[in-house]
Nanobody
Framework: QLQLVESGGDLVQPGGSLRLSCVAS????????MAWIRQAPGKEREVVGC????????YYSDSVKGRFTISRDNAKNTGYLQMNNLRSEDTAVYYC???????????????WGQGTKVTVSS
């Protein structure tokens, strides 16, 4: 069973940056496409982006395009979400997810981490 553990969530001021990390265990990560999904209070889950298993292709939601970057290091079994120019509307719990078959902007991923909280506020 693939297990995912996120870290890096924090309180940050608008305009600031954060990098989230996701460490996988149980299986080698290079079998899986990875996505970051966020959920804010009272809102639906949103896939902010996905990266294919080989790191060759990425997809982003329009709300984060140009500000967020997904990457991965399969040798370290770790994925990352670099978030720049953060806005108050980015406040949410961010989940690392993975799936063997799916990489896209629908939240249909088989494996989920426990989430890490990002708060953007002055």
């Amino acid at each position: 069973q693939l297990q995912l553990v996120e870290s890096g969530g924090d309180l940050v001021q608008p305009g600031g940056s954060l990098r989230l990390s996701c460490v996988a265990s149980g299986y080698t990560l290079d079998r899986y496409h990875m996505a970051w999904i966020r959920q804010a209070p009272g809102k639906e889950r949103e896939v902010v982006g996905c990266i294919t298993n080989d790191g060759g292709t990425t997809y982003y939601s329009d709300s984060v395009k140009g500000r967020f970057t997904i990457s991965r290091d399969n040798a370290k079994n770790t994925g990352y979400l670099q978030m720049n120019n953060l806005r108050s509307e980015d406040t949410a719990v961010y989940y690392c997810t993975a799936d063997v078959h799916h990489c896209g902007l629908h939240p249909e991923y088989d494996y989920w981490g426990q989430g890490t909280k990002v708060t953007v506020s002055s």
